[in-house]
């Protein structure tokens, strides 16, 4: 049995419907001005897990804000830390690293195996993520991550560094 009985319903709704699915608009190509840069950095994360208790210590940074927090697995202990950032900050705190050097940055073997600790960087892109295990040993192209540090200490509450 059909749902509307009277054909004049029927056309009468027809004639509303129709004109409104054909209305819908196809994709929409995006605003060029909006499109993220692709070499343009979006997000930094620094941590420091490892040793024989279980610490962490990790920072993640955007555009916008700052979240760190750290621990002691073996104690259970936790805290966390947040924090707007203005765009001057986050224009400091990326100014030293070089996109056109991310690829050329060596990691080294994790020392979490032997009770140490691994520093971990990681920098997002619109196009790529780019993971870094103890490049500290990168002594040619570790600098500019050391000068993110230095910046991340400029804002961070003194337990976080």
Not at 12 to 32: I, N, Y
């Amino acid at each position: 049995m059909p749902a509307i009985k009277n054909t004049h319903l029927k056309i009468l709704f027809s004639m509303f419907l129709l004109p409104a699915f054909f209305s819908c608009d196809g994709k929409k190509e995006p605003d060029p001005n909006t499109r993220p840069n692709s070499n343009e950095i979006t997000f930094i994360s620094l941590s420091n897990i490892g040793g024989e208790q279980g610490d962490y210590k990790i920072i993640k940074v955007t555009k916008d804000s700052i979240h760190a927090e750290q621990g002691v697995a073996d104690r259970r202990t936790h805290k966390e830390w947040h924090s707007a950032i203005s765009p001057q900050t986050w224009k400091n705190l990326i100014s030293p690293i070089k996109i056109k050097d991310l690829d050329e940055i060596q990691s080294s073997p994790s020392k979490q195996s032997v009770d140490g600790i691994d520093e971990t960087f990681q920098i997002r892109t619109p196009k790529k993520s780019h993971i870094y295990v103890n490049s500290y040993a990168d002594t040619l192209r570790y600098g500019q991550l050391k000068q993110f540090k230095e910046q991340l200490n400029l804002i961070l509450p003194t337990e976080y560094q």
